[in-house]
């Protein structure tokens, strides 16, 4: 997976493509695994501080039903069709 990770001056950032090629297994909890693994990884070995989704079809409910049931949300409408979402970095476990 192509994961991209970058250092800015005041955030620690990453992105990634997801996507299930067949249709036959969408809806059965793979998105969500995949995506809570990354999660993981982005903010507990990577210490970043954002996760962001780029540029999501409006359209595209199913994808954005898996951001928004993580805690994205949009920061940035970047075109008529497009949004960016992220997930800013979780509070440390108590
Ligand atoms: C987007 C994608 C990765 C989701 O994977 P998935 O395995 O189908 O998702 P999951 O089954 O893990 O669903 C996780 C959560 O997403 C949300 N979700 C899934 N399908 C949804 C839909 N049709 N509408 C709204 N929310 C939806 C739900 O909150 C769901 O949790 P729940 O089933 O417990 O309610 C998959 O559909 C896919 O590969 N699509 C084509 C490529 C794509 O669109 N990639 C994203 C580009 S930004």
Redesign the pocket.
Known sequence: MDVHIWTGPTSRGITFP???WDKD?????????VLDRLLDFGFDEQLADRIC?MD?RRA????R??FE?RGFRVVREISPDGVDLELSRRSPEP
Do not use: C
Not at 60 to 63: A, F, I, Y
């Open positions: 997801l996507g299930i297994f969408w809806r059965h909890g793979l998105g969500g695994e989704a999501v595209n409910l199913r994808s039903g898996l049931s």
